[in-house]
């Protein structure tokens, strides 16, 4: 063949090819397809339908789309919990030509969202700040990065920012038409007023989600119920709290862990406050299993935590001991929980450990004692002054852990004090009367 065939046969060939690579439109409707499995919480889907649109814009040889596939499959990654193979991609430079402007903005908004979801917030603000510039014209990212930042702001105590912030968010997205954008501005609207312990305000927010009958099969729709069933359950509403967490657990199975590990372990709490502790138990230990076994340390921490606390309530001392041992290994490297070391001064006192329980309370009482810690450890401290016939010791500590309830019962009921305040709060009463008439 000579030159000029060959020529002609690469020329051909080259045509074919480029024949058969996607348009611009076809490659956007499949991206569409990837965000919606995503959104799903379908994440082997949304990633597949990413790695393969990112291979056909390669082929189309339109690079920014080919990011765009690229972050996604991040995102799903990510979602995941496959963190080091989302960094891979999320590290890799972006080209710094404008068209890429938008594409840099999320680079930098999904490497913040990583940083918090391994709990570098302070990294994660900075990532925020250089995003938003770049992101303006795409309202879709500008609201990824409110969202976010709103919870960096809720974290940092700067409630007033935040409430703002997602109110001005709520009222853009109101009119758009797009029922998951507006459920995820809502939700974030209702968390910042579970966390600061306003559940009957927050009620509503999680409610306007659960009218949107199009959202049924979304993680966001899961979220709702698991976090409308938790106000129910702070608000003593207990039937229908697990009547809708259950629905949150049937929702999440399928799609990420943490968000099906959560939906286990809110459903536990519920049963806890209603003092039942061996349904509670059950759930509590699912909860703990899944996110142990996807890596979610801090969260399998809490679940440890609260089945030690529960532990405790049915009086099996070693099953306690155990998970308050767990919960101490999976916390943070040289951080010691307050609570960790009530619930060792509960088990060494069931134990008859008297002077070790008594040490064990009197430290938790000089660290930076949050109410629930204050009053469980004089409360404890209480009930081993009686049982030693110190009853003015006893009496000391009984009123000043009355004091603590009464001043901070709303503080007492956060959403982060997640262990049975309620059968905790019964038990306390029933000693302190028990005391009483004693005398």
């Known amino acids: 063949m000579d030159l000029l065939a ?86 890799r430079p972006v080209p710094e030509a404008p068209a890429f402007a938008h594409i840099r903005a999320r680079q930098q908004f999904l490497l913040a969202r990583t940083r918090v979801s391994q709990g570098q917030l302070a990294a994660a603000g900075p990532l925020v700040d250089a995003a938003l510039p770049l992101a303006e014209g795409d309202a879709d990212l500008v609201l990824d990065l409110e969202l976010l930042e709103s919870q960096l702001l809720y974290r940092s ?77 702070r608000l003593g509403q207990f039937d229908r709290a697990v009547a809708l967490q259950l629905q949150a657990v049937r929702v999440q199975q399928q799609g990420r862990k943490r968000d099906y590990a959560q939906a286990l372990g809110e459903l536990g709490n519920t049963y806890l406050l209603q003092d039942d502790i061996e349904q509670g138990t059950e759930y509590l230990r699912q909860a703990f299993t899944i996110a142990a076994a996807a890596g979610l340390q801090s969260d399998a921490a809490l679940w440890a935590r609260n089945l030690a606390a529960a532990f405790v309530a049915l009086g099996r001392w070693d099953e306690a001991s155990g998970f308050n041992r767990e919960a101490s290994r999976l916390a943070a490297p040289g951080s010691t929980s307050p609570y960790g070391v009530v619930t060792e001064a509960q088990v060494a006192a069931g134990r008859g450990q008297v002077a070790e329980a008594g040490s064990l309370f009197e430290q938790a009482l000089a660290s930076e004692a949050t109410p629930g810690v204050q009053w469980m450890s004089h409360d404890g401290l209480a009930r081993l002054a009686a049982a030693g016939n110190r009853p003015a010791e006893a009496t000391r500590h009984f009123e000043a852990a009355l004091d603590t309830v009464e001043q901070t019962r709303s503080a007492l009921l956060r959403a982060d004090f997640r262990i049975s305040f309620t059968s905790r709060l019964i038990a306390f009463y029933r000693g302190y009367t028990d005391f009483l008439l004693a005398r």
Request: include cysteine.
């Open 6 to 91: 060959r020529f002609a046969v690469a020329l051909a060939l080259a045509v074919a090819v480029a024949s058969c690579a996607p348009s611009g439109a076809a490659l956007d409707r499949q991206h569409d397809r990837a965000q919606e499995e995503l959104r799903r919480g379908m994440l082997d889907e949304a990633l597949g339908l990413a790695q393969r649109g990112e291979a056909d814009a390669e082929r189309a040889e339109d690079v920014v789309r080919a990011w765009r596939f690229r972050l996604l499959a991040a995102d799903a990654l990510a979602l995941k919990l496959d963190i080091p193979a989302a960094l891979e991609l999320l590290e």
């Open 157 to 233: 105590g700067r409630a007033a920012e935040a409430d703002a912030l997602l109110a001005s968010a709520r009222q853009r997205t109101a009119g758009e038409g797009d029922h998951y954008r507006q459920a995820q501005v809502s939700n974030t609207l209702g968390m910042g007023l579970v966390t600061r312990g306003r559940f009957d305000e927050a009620l509503p927010y999680f409610d306007s989600i659960l009218a949107l009958g199009d959202l049924n099969d979304t993680t966001i729709h899961g979220a709702a119920l698991n976090n409308a069933g938790l106000c129910h359950a």
